[in-house]
């Protein structure tokens, strides 16, 4: 099977932060990757190389992407002077926008808050309605820049499940960035790390559904992660 | 005396002690006696009208004044007698001509400064080509006294109407220029990014990003504008006019009426507070979605 996405040899310099020393990187069709790093490692610059954010860079290499092609960034970045579902159906046309909207905004559980302001609600709600945004676009590829960073604990836990049941209902290639070694693990089928402007691993995920096995291998994952981004020594 | 000093001067003796018998000192407890539903820095509930107090202790010290004879009448008549002389000219009819002819005049000279200021703080704003071409003119233009200006308007537009209204509009196109255009430029790059990833077209990107965003510069240069309008009315109604407040004032001037020219002046601060207000609660509606210290 082809790759929805398909990064080679990828360069980037800036003169301010992160620098990109020759990616590759491909992302199959409803793939789940997480891109994992210590900050500073790339991971952001690599995210907007492909949503083609990174005008300012100079750089060379090859990087294909969909057409339809949706960003989550940290920030819900909702236009506070529209009411939540013109946020939602911003920049969309068509007789049905409206609904599909409303559908949207229904899936990531807001249902009933179409006509709020951004303000009234909390950064939470907020980051559904960048989800929903995305979602009624029908990406076929979901970027997301630590999306839920700046999010509490409790809150984030209710996102991931949320973020896991949405791309399994919609399946696009979701491209997870975070420093979250836990949630990598937790939502993605791979997670690749970026270390130094180059992947450093390339890590099938391939958690059980359940049971010991699925724990034995999350702390399997975990501690393979943990050594690769330096946090623990290797045995 | 509060928590704080009362902790420091406890001697030790009297200090609570811990289950091993060591003393402790409370950590300083800070009351909470604010009233709920007020937050702290903010500015509290504002109170309907509450902008009426400064112009009403104005008046009230101007009628005190007069009724105590401390205002000689000579310099200032008296508040009654001004009301008097504006019943008399409303009677006659004068006012309201006078009034109407303003208005209009005023209300020409704000549309065409609005839309042409407008104009040109988008064009200015969104293109840099734009922004060589008029911005470093405008600058000029501000630097240079409309008063100067007024002598070359009459020998290209003559002395009559079309002068008028262009004077004013020139007054006008400044304010809305200068915030417009600020607040076009300080358009939170964010948004521009995410205008970009969702594929907003030019147009879209003005319509929902940049118009709704510069708004509240271009409501602040409103402000300004409709103020503008009605200040330049009383310079171009002194020049050659017949009719008009300002034609007005000056006809009382030559004639030594005070009391008609304190109606004429009390006609434009009339005019121009409840313009602004007007245009404050324009703003507030079109502004629904900040949260603001000032509300």
Same mark, same amino acid.
């Given at each position: 099977?082809?790759? #929805?996405?398909?990064?080679?040899?990828?360069?980037? %310099?800036?003169?301010?932060?992160?620098?990109?020393?020759?990616?590759?990187?491909?992302?199959?069709?409803?793939?789940?990757?997480?891109?994992?790093?210590?900050?500073?490692?790339? %991971?952001?610059?690599?995210?907007?190389?492909? !949503?083609?954010?990174?005008?300012?860079?100079?750089?060379?290499?090859?990087?294909?992407?969909?057409?339809?092609?949706?960003?989550?960034?940290?920030?819900? *970045?909702?236009?506070?002077?529209?009411?939540?579902?013109?946020?939602?159906?911003?920049?969309?046309?068509?007789?049905?926008?409206? /609904?599909?909207?409303?559908?949207?905004?229904?899936?990531?559980?807001?249902?009933?808050?179409?006509?709020?302001?951004? +303000?009234?609600?909390?950064?939470?709600?907020?980051?559904?309605?960048?989800? !929903?945004?995305?979602? #009624?676009?029908?990406?076929?590829?979901?970027?997301?820049?630590?999306?839920?960073?700046?999010?509490?604990?409790?809150?984030?836990?209710?996102?991931?499940?949320?973020?896991?049941?949405?791309? &399994?209902?919609?399946?696009?290639?979701?491209?997870?960035?975070?420093?979250?070694?836990?949630?990598?693990?937790?939502?993605?089928?791979?997670?690749?790390?970026?270390?130094?402007?180059?992947?450093?691993?390339?890590?099938?995920?391939?958690?059980?559904? /359940?049971?010991?096995?699925?724990?034995?291998?999350?702390?399997?994952? %975990?501690?393979?992660?943990?050594?690769?981004?330096?946090?623990?020594?290797?045995? | 005396?509060?928590?704080?000093?009362?902790?420091?001067?406890?001697?030790?003796?009297?200090?609570?002690?811990?289950?091993?018998?060591?003393? +402790?000192?409370a950590a300083p407890v800070t009351r909470r006696a604010q009233a709920r539903g007020e937050r702290r820095l903010s500015l509290g509930e504002p109170?309907?009208?509450?902008?009426?107090?400064?112009?009403?202790?104005?008046?009230?010290?101007?009628?005190?004044?007069?009724?105590?004879?401390? @205002?000689?009448?000579?310099?200032?008549?008296?508040?009654?007698?001004?009301?008097?002389?504006? $019943?008399?000219?409303?009677?006659?009819?004068?006012?309201?001509?006078?009034?109407?002819?303003?208005?209009?005049?005023?209300?020409?000279?704000?549309?065409?400064?609005?839309?042409?200021?407008?104009?040109?703080?988008? #064009?200015?704003?969104?293109?840099?080509?734009?922004?060589?071409?008029?911005?470093?003119?405008?600058?000029?233009?501000?630097?240079?006294?409309?008063?100067?200006?007024?002598?070359?308007? $009459?020998?290209?537009?003559?002395?009559?109407?079309?002068?008028?209204?262009? #004077?004013?509009?020139?007054?006008?196109?400044?304010?809305?220029? @200068?915030?417009?255009?600020?607040?076009?430029?300080?358009?939170?790059? %964010? +948004?521009?990014?995410?205008? /970009?990833?969702?594929?907003?077209?030019?147009?879209?990107?003005?319509?929902?990003?940049?118009?709704?965003?510069?708004?509240?510069?271009?409501?602040?240069?409103?402000?300004?504008?409709?103020?503008? !309008?009605?200040? !330049?009315?009383?310079?171009?109604? &002194?020049?050659?006019?017949?009719?008009?407040?300002?034609?007005?004032?000056?006809?009382?001037?030559?004639?030594?009426?005070?009391?008609?020219?304190?109606?004429?002046?009390?006609?434009?601060?009339?005019?121009?507070?409840?313009?602004?207000?007007?245009?404050?609660?324009?703003?507030?509606?079109?502004?629904?979605?900040? *949260?603001?210290?000032?509300?």
């Open positions: 099977m082809s790759p #929805v996405v398909s990064v080679r040899g990828l360069i980037r %310099k800036f003169t301010l932060r992160g620098v990109l020393n020759g990616v590759d990187l491909e992302i199959g069709k409803g793939e789940f990757v997480a891109l994992l790093g210590r900050s500073g490692s790339g %991971k952001s610059t690599l995210l907007r190389a492909i !949503a083609d954010l990174d005008h300012e860079a100079s750089g060379s290499g090859e990087i294909f992407v969909p057409e339809r092609l949706s960003v989550v960034f940290q920030d819900a *970045r909702l236009l506070p002077w529209k009411r939540v579902l013109d946020n939602v159906i911003l920049g969309l046309d068509g007789p049905n926008a409206r /609904e599909r909207g409303r559908a949207a905004l229904a899936e990531v559980e807001l249902g009933g808050r179409e006509s709020s302001w951004p +303000y009234e609600l909390s950064g939470g709600e907020q980051q559904r309605v960048a989800l !929903a945004r995305s979602l #009624v676009r029908d990406p076929e590829l979901l970027l997301a820049d630590e999306p839920f960073g700046a999010l509490d604990a409790l809150t984030r836990i209710r996102m991931h499940v949320l973020l896991r049941k949405l791309s &399994q209902a919609h399946k696009p290639a979701v491209l997870l960035v975070t420093h979250d070694v836990d949630e990598a693990i937790e939502l993605a089928d791979r997670v690749v790390v970026l270390d130094d402007g180059k992947l450093a691993a390339d890590i099938q995920v391939d958690l059980p559904p /359940e049971g010991t096995a699925r724990i034995e291998r999350f702390a399997e994952v %975990k501690e393979q992660l943990l050594v690769l981004m330096g946090v623990h020594e290797s045995a | 005396m509060n928590a704080r000093t009362a902790t420091s001067l406890a001697i030790a003796a009297e200090l609570p002690r811990d289950a091993l018998g060591v003393p +402790y000192i109170v309907p009208f509450g902008w009426l107090l400064g112009p009403f202790l104005l008046v009230l010290y101007w009628s005190v004044g007069s009724a105590s004879g401390l @205002i000689d009448p000579r310099v200032l008549p008296a508040p009654w007698v001004a009301v008097t002389t504006a $019943i008399d000219l409303i009677e006659k009819g004068r006012l309201q001509a006078d009034l109407a002819v303003s208005t209009l005049r005023a209300a020409q000279g704000l549309a065409w400064g609005v839309a042409v200021g407008l104009l040109v703080a988008l #064009v200015s704003g969104l293109s840099l080509l734009g922004g060589y071409l008029f911005d470093g003119l405008v600058q000029v233009k501000r630097a240079i006294p409309t008063l100067a200006l007024i002598p070359l308007l $009459i020998l290209w537009f003559g002395i009559g109407e079309t002068m008028k209204v262009t #004077v004013i509009a020139l007054g006008v196109f400044i304010p809305i220029y @200068i915030h417009t255009h600020n607040a076009l430029r300080g358009i939170d790059l %964010k +948004y521009v990014e995410l205008a /970009e990833t969702i594929g907003l077209s030019r147009w879209g990107f003005v319509r929902h990003v940049v118009l709704p965003g510069a708004l509240p510069g271009f409501m602040l240069g409103l402000r300004f504008g409709v103020m503008g !309008a009605w200040l !330049a009315l009383v310079v171009v109604e &002194q020049l050659n006019a017949t009719s008009g407040i300002g034609y007005m004032i000056n006809l009382a001037r030559t004639y030594a009426q005070s009391d008609v020219i304190v109606v004429g002046l009390v006609v434009y601060a009339l005019l121009g507070l409840s313009s602004d207000a007007a245009v404050r609660a324009l703003e507030a509606r079109a502004l629904r979605w900040r *949260r603001t210290l000032g509300r």
